[in-house]
Structures are given as structure tokens and as C-alpha cells.
């Protein structure tokens, strides 16, 4: 019934699987700061041969990946649309009355393309490989300096998880009052704006109240359980930092290098 | 108005990735009539009864509503007199009330179908009466009842819309006892004031004390439809083989008839099998002493 | 025998809709398996939250063991008694079995490396250890129950009320989670206290000991056996018999003596004219 795939964890056993989520996290992050800075096709040409190696490394059929762009398409189309008509400079290429493609507007369209992509298949690649506790978890881990500023980062760790694990439920809460709301005749599509705004209550309402109720009993089977504070708590999974880690640290360094080069030969 | 299902498959998704659930299913929905539908969890009873009032389209095959047909091709904007005519009510219904009062919500429906306020207002109130509603409490809001109470209120939405035939499932589910009698009342009250029913139930004594036309899903096909004596007829092995458990006053009459015993007929309540049962005792075997 | 729970005189009234429990006592005894039955609304939730100081009551006592529950008790009580809740969706904290398994054990500052046993252990009990990684919204009413009761179990609770546990199961669910009572009962003996909060009877005839609320009063206090007889108050009460029970009434048969489905058929049989 879903065929989002981005944000969605798929399970396998692929190499990427078996790294700490702390060290993906900081690959992505730093792959997609790096992209931010490629200025030519041979830093594009270095990124996509990094990322082509990250996508075999999860074991995952390209088939996924595909799926996971094709609901973007019409995003990436209507990037490519203003950096054609809007780029400017010359030579012009092609003329339509006061609407030019010149060549500059078509590299630079090319360019942002190849950017989206590839930014959005890397973090395709961590979500994909990365249960959403693993990454709640590694986030908490990455921002555990910040509780020198009084940042309840446990708190926000366990938040994010709880969050996210209501997610499929809450989903699927919507789908019956949507039902049970059509059934009564609701129709969301026709009519003004404020029309359109006020149909919505009959679905917001019922959702609203559900996930108060939901809540409160989440809170009380929460205290039964002898939950106290986030903080002082052990943890089932230890994040840990191993040799593959290791090896990941090194390729990233490597791609860091190997991108500056690239960019200012 | 009669329901009919022909030759319907269903799948969920598109593409390569379609999950079939429904599998040439011919039925019909007889009108006037109580018709169960039962099977165990995951059988396919909740998609094939969203197909009653084209919440799900079918894939292939038709749904034929009265003068109505929907097929995979019928669009959205032409549902709406098939929703008006079929109402539906989920399980837990009142966690799908939203309006201000207990009247505006009941309101909601007929309004939607087209009714004016004063319309949709004495629709509201007759509905609200016949599922035994205190018409005190008809302003209050309904975040501040009973768990009963809003049930009833969440009824009343559906009935107010005066379907022709309403969908149940499993309406009496976290009801207590005393509860779940009032409601199977209720049922059985809006049938034989003309109303179609069809109820999905989990539980035999209701299907037994309810139905007259039973329909059981299995894997996503009809494994059996027909009258409610019918199908409790059918040995218990029968039943072992679909997952489903026997009511118990008919698993205590089959007991009873291999224990010798003879029924002229299949007891729909516990009075009815004592009433049949009596004449074949000798209650004289008691004597004085007690049978520990 | 000692007493696991004791209320005595309690006083507890809902903060909008007024009084509920007057001077209300009730024990549960150690290794004993008490049904709490009544209709909606009669308090017997109110009781299982009561007890959990999960609400605040305004008079009398309540003691867990030899601990008075108060503020200062409170976590020694919350790791003596376990709870399951109704809803399967709404106690489920963990992204996956394991992990929610894992929340009480965390709560408790179990070290990392003695965990892994321990779930392994409790969802052994309840029969879902083959389903350690799997993400509830895979799962079953009936299964997440189980790994509510094993999340409970992996704490080595004495006590575990089961607060309508299976009013949300399909009947497959709900024998599940009884058959697995049942096992879990037989295991620990004496050991484990458990409280049931019901309306099923076919639950309450499992259990040693039933108490009948009504409005926050306790109305009945005795064997399943004895308490079936009474069919007629029960139905006052909003609540039934079980088949065996009523039928036999109707038959006018006046046999002191509970009998289960099975004893009567046997029994009717010696009787055919």
C-alpha cells in the first residue's frame, strides 16, 4: 500500500547493514556537503563512482533505488525547467520569443539533476540500511556534547523513536477515518479553499483525540514499566565502533581527497 | 435493494507489487435480510465488505448496488449515491466522532448527502431515538460520554444518512455483556424495520442469534454462503477446518445428539435447546441425592 | 499464606464525575489468581491503576507485599507488580519485539550484555522468540499481547494484573494469551500472583478466586464455582453465566454443584430417559 522508500529501512545484509549509524550519518553528511562543492564533471563523475559503490555495498537490487526516485521525477523535471529558462548567459541554443535555452542553463541544469540524484540516493542508502531506532540512537550519541548546554538530548532521542514507531500506526488510523468519513459522504476534492480547509476537520479531529488517548496510555505503560527519566537508563543496543567502520572512514577519506583534487586541477 | 457481487478480484497495490486478497467472489447480499460474514482474521472480510459501498474498487469483476454498478473503472465523483445507500460503521466507531455537540455530528452525514439544515436536523433526531439515545444529552459534547454512549452516537451518524443497508464490524466489540445485548437489539431492530445488514462478527452466539444468511471467508474466497441453520448443520470437523469455533449452544447440542440425544431442530438459544432437551430426561434418576 | 496485595478502606473518587470506591478492602493472596469482573464503568480499571499509583486515592492503604504504597515506594511497588494494558498498539515502546522487551530491563538499569538473555528467556515463555526482530505493526493483536506479557515477565515481577488483555483479540488472540496464562501459572506456582480484569466468565472460571465490583463496591468474593450459580444477580449486574451454567437453569435442574461443559454433557447423558 506504501511505496515510499525514502525514509523507509528495508532489511538485508549487505555490508552497509553492518556499520554503526553514527558512522552513515557522518558519511552522508559529509558526501552531501562535499556535493555542494562540485564544480565540474569530473567531481560529479568521482561522487557517483562513491555512490555507485555504497549502493552495491547494501546488496539491495537497483530495482529499489528506481523506486525510490520515481515518486521525485516531477520535482527533478521542474528544477530542470527553471535552470533551462532562467539560467541566462550565452550562447543561446535555442530560442522560443523571450524564452532562450542557452548552453550555460543546460550544464547547470544537467548539473543540479546529477546533484538531486545523488543526494537523494545517498540518503536513500542510510534510511534504507538503518533501522529508525539506530538512527534515533546514533543521533542522540552524535549530539551528546550538546548536553553541556542543557540539551535533554536523551529525551529528544526517545521522542524521535517513539515518533517514529507510531508512525505506521497513526497511518493506518488515517486511512480508517478517511474510510469512515467517506462513508458519510466526505469529499475533500471539490469546493472553495476554505471549503477544501473546513472538510478537513472531520479527519483532523478524530486523529487528534486518537493519538491524546494513545499517548496517555503509551505514558502510563511507560511508568508500569518502571520508566523514570530518559537519562540514567542502560541500552540494549550499544552502539559500536568497529572495524568496518574503520574501512568506511578510510573510503570517505579517501573521496574527501580525492574530490579536492578533482576540483582544483 | 439487492447486492450483488460478480465474478470480483481484488489486490491491493499496482504494478508488480499487487497483494491479492480477494479471489472470484460471487455473492449476493439479500435485501431485508441479516447477513453475517465470518472467517478468521485476515480471511478478507473487512476489504470484501469496502467493496459494499466502493470504499475499495474492485480489480476485476463488478459490485452491482440497486441500479449501480462499480467496476475498477467507475470514478469517485459518481460513488456518492452508492455511499448514501450503503453506510458503513467500522470497528470502534466512535473514534471517529470530531463535531462540537452530539447533534452536529449526527448531522454530519445527511448534510453532506445534500440535506438542508432542517433536514439533516430531524434526521439527526430520529436516528438518535432509535438507537436509544437521551435526548438530554443531544447538545452536550461527545468527547464527554461513556464509552456506550458514543457508540450510539457513531451509529446515529451512519443511520441518519437512512441507508438502505448498513455495514457492521464487529459492533460489539469492548462492549460489556449487558451492552452487547442492547446492540445485537438494536440490530435486529433495524432489520425488521426494513433495513439490509450485513456484520461482520468474531463472535458465534451473535451469528447464530442474528444471522439469517451466513457468508465465511477463507484465504480470500467464499468457502461457504448460505442460510444460517444451514451452516450450522455442517459437522464440526467442517468448522476445525475454516478456524472457526462453534456457537456453544450448537457445539452442546452436537455433543448431546453423539451422546445420543435427537433434536428435531437446530437450537438458536439456550432456551430452545432446554425446551428440546427436557422430554429426553428422566429427572427421576436425580433422586434425593446431590451429584457432586 | 501472605498477602501479595491488601487494600484497606480505600476512598477514590474521579476527578469530574465524582465518588467511585467508599471504604473499600480487598487481598489478594500470595500464588493466588484473582478475577476481577463488572460491568463498564464499575471501577475494576480504576482499581488495577490504583493500585500501580498510576491514581492518586484519597483515604485508606494499599500494600504490595510488605511495602505501603507511597511516592517513596512507588518504584519498589512498580518492580514487584507487572501490567498488561487493553490496547495492544498503546504498550508497545520498542521499535521492534526485542527492543520493547528491552525497555523495562533499560528502565532497570540492566547492564547491556546480561539483556540478551533475559529477552531470549521472556519471550521464550510466551512462545514468541521467533519473532525478536519483528516490528509490531507485523505482529498480531493476540502476538503483541504476548510480547506485552513477556516485556512484564522480563522484569521477574510476583504479581502481573492483566487489565482486559484480551477484550481486543479475535477469539484465536485471546485463546493465545489464556492457553499461555495457563502454562505460565503452572511454571511458577506460587511464585506468580495474577489478577485478571474481565467481563469474560469463561476468564473468570480460570482464576481461584472472583470478586464482583459494582459502582465501586464489592459485591461478591468467592470460588467461580459457587459465584456461577448465581445467575440471576449476575445478570442484575450486567453480567452472565457461562453456557453450561445458565442452561442447566433452564433446564430447572437444581444441582448444587458447578459443573464445566464437558461434566454437564457427561452428566445429562446418565440421565436420558
Known amino acids: 500500500m506504501n511505496n515510499l522508500v525514502i525514509g523507509q529501512f528495508v532489511p538485508g545484509d549487505g555490508l552497509l547493514y553492518r556499520l554503526d549509524p553514527r558512522t552513515k550519518i557522518l558519511m552522508t553528511i559529509v558526501y552531501v556537503f562535499m556535493l555542494v562543492f562540485a564544480n565540474g564533471w569530473t567531481t560529479y563523475l568521482w561522487s557517483a563512482a562513491f555512490l555507485l559503490l555504497a549502493l552495491i555495498l547494501t546488496k539491495q537490487g537497483l530495482g529499489l533505488y528506481w523506486r525510490g526516485i520515481k515518486p521525485i521525477l516531477w520535482l527533478i523535471l521542474f528544477t530542470v525547467v527553471l535552470q533551462l529558462l532562467f539560467s541566462g548567459g550565452t550562447p543561446v541554443l535555442f530560442a522560443l520569443g523571450p524564452v532562450k535555452v542557452t548552453a550555460p542553463g543546460l550544464m547547470n541544469a544537467i548539473y543540479v539533476v546529477v546533484r538531486f540524484v545523488l543526494i537523494v540516493l545517498m540518503s536513500t542508502i542510510l534510511t534504507i540500511t538503518t533501522p529508525p531506532t539506530a538512527i534515533a540512537s546514533a543521533i542522540e550519541s552524535l549530539l551528546k556534547p550538546l548536553k553541556v548546554l542543557r540539551v535533554p538530548v536523551a529525551e529528544l532521542a526517545l521522542m524521535l523513536s517513539i515518533a517514529l514507531r507510531f508512525v505506521p500506526l497513526l497511518m493506518g488510523e488515517t486511512d480508517k477515518i478517511m474510510k469512515a468519513q467517506k462513508s458519510r459522504g466526505m469529499s475533500l476534492s471539490t469546493g472553495s479553499l476554505v471549503k477544501r480547509a473546513k472538510a478537513v476537520i472531520p479527519l483532523l479531529v478524530p486523529l487528534f483525540v486518537g493519538a491524546l488517548q494513545r499517548a496517555l496510555d503509551l505514558a502510563n505503560a511507560m511508568e508500569v514499566r518502571g520508566f523514570e527519566s530518559a537519562e540514567g537508563r542502560t541500552r540494549y543496543r550499544e552502539l559500536a565502533y568497529g572495524r568496518d567502520d574503520t574501512l568506511a572512514f578510510f573510503a570517505t577519506l579517501l573521496f574527501f581527497l580525492g574530490f579536492i583534487w578533482l576540483s582544483i586541477l | 435493494m439487492v447486492i450483488n457481487i460478480e465474478g470480483l478480484d481484488f489486490a491491493y497495490g499496482a504494478g508488480k507489487q499487487t497483494v491479492p486478497v480477494l479471489k472470484d467472489i460471487n455473492l449476493t447480499i439479500e435485501s431485508g435480510k441479516i447477513t453475517a460474514i465470518i472467517g478468521q482474521t485476515g480471511s478478507g472480510k473487512s476489504t470484501l465488505v469496502q467493496q459494499l459501498n466502493a470504499l475499495l474498487k474492485p480489480t476485476a469483476g463488478q459490485v452491482v448496488v440497486g441500479e449501480q454498478v462499480v467496476t475498477s473503472q467507475t470514478k469517485e465523483k459518481d460513488l456518492a449515491p452508492i455511499r448514501a445507500k450503503v453506510g458503513m460503521v467500522f470497528q470502534f466507531p466512535e473514534s471517529q466522532l470530531f463535531a462540537p455537540t452530539v447533534l452536529e455530528d449526527v448531522m454530519y452525514g445527511p448534510l453532506n448527502f445534500g440535506a438542508s439544515q432542517k433536514e439533516a436536523k430531524e434526521a439527526a433526531e430520529k436516528a438518535l431515538s432509535a438507537v436509544g439515545f437521551d435526548q438530554k444529552l443531544y447538545e452536550q459534547s461527545p468527547f464527554n460520554l461513556s464509552g456506550g454512549q458514543m457508540r450510539r452516537v457513531a451509529l446515529a451518524g451512519v443511520l441518519a444518512m437512512n441507508p438502505e443497508t448498513m455495514v457492521f464490524d464487529e459492533p460489539a466489540a469492548g462492549l460489556d455483556p449487558a451492552g452487547q445485548a442492547e446492540l445485537l437489539q438494536l440490530l435486529k431492530d433495524l432489520r425488521d424495520s426494513g433495513k439490509t445488514i450485513v456484520l461482520i462478527s468474531h463472535q458465534m452466539e451473535q451469528v447464530l442469534a442474528l444471522a439469517d444468511q451466513v457468508v465465511v471467508m477463507k484465504d480470500g474466497q467464499v468457502a461457504a454462503a448460505e442460510a444460517v441453520d444451514t451452516l450450522f448443520s455442517r459437522p464440526k470437523a467442517w468448522f476445525e477446518e475454516q478456524h472457526l469455533d462453534l456457537p456453544e449452544t450448537i457445539a452442546f447440542q452436537k455433543e448431546m445428539e453423539a451422546a445420543g440425544f435427537t433434536f428435531d431442530h437446530l437450537a438458536k438459544t439456550g432456551a430452545d435447546l432446554a425446551a428440546q432437551l427436557k422430554g429426553q430426561l428422566d429427572l427421576s434418576k436425580l433422586g434425593g441425592d446431590h451429584h457432586e | ?273
Open chain 3, 1 to 273: 499464606m501472605t498477602d501479595a496485595i491488601t487494600i484497606k478502606n480505600l476512598t477514590y473518587s474521579y476527578p469530574e464525575q465524582g465518588g467511585l470506591f467508599q471504604d473499600f478492602s480487598l487481598s489478594v493472596k500470595e500464588g493466588e489468581w484473582l478475577a476481577i469482573v463488572g460491568h463498564n464503568g464499575s471501577g475494576k480499571s480504576t482499581l488495577a491503576k490504583l493500585i500501580l499509583g498510576l491514581l492518586d486515592f484519597e483515604e485508606g492503604r494499599i500494600k504490595v507485599f510488605d511495602q505501603v504504597l507511597s511516592e517513596q515506594t512507588l518504584a519498589a511497588v512498580r518492580s514487584t507488580v507487572g501490567m498488561v494494558f487493553q490496547n495492544p498498539d498503546n504498550q508497545f515502546v520498542g521499535a521492534t519485539v526485542a527492543d520493547d522487551v528491552a525497555f523495562g530491563l533499560e528502565n532497570r538499569q540492566i547492564p547491556s550484555l546480561e539483556m540478551p538473555a533475559k529477552i531470549e528467556k521472556a519471550l521464550k515463555q510466551v512462545g514468541m522468540n521467533a519473532y525478536a526482530d519483528r516490528e509490531p505493526h507485523t505482529l498480531s493483536g493476540g502476538q503483541k499481547q504476548r510480547v506485552a506479557m513477556a516485556s512484564v515477565l522480563a522484569l521477574e515481577p510476583k504479581v502481573i494484573i492483566l487489565d482486559e488483555a484480551t477484550a481486543m483479540l479475535d477469539p484465536e488472540g485471546k485463546q493465545a494469551v489464556l492457553q499461555n496464562l495457563k502454562e505460565l501459572k503452572a511454571r511458577y506456582q506460587d511464585e506468580l500472583t495474577l489478577i485478571m480484569i474481565t467481563h469474560d466468565m469463561e476468564e473468570a472460571a480460570m482464576a481461584d478466586r472472583v470478586a464482583v465490583i459494582d459502582d465501586g463496591k464489592l459485591i461478591f468474593d468467592e470460588k467461580p464455582e459457587t459465584l456461577f450459580l448465581k445467575g440471576e444477580r449476575l445478570r442484575e449486574l450486567g453480567l452472565t453465566q457461562p453456557f453450561a451454567m445458565a442452561l442447566r437453569e433452564q433446564l430447572g435442574i437444581q444441582n448444587p454443584a458447578y459443573q464445566t461443559t464437558q461434566e454437564l454433557v457427561a452428566w445429562l447423558s446418565t440421565l436420558k430417559a
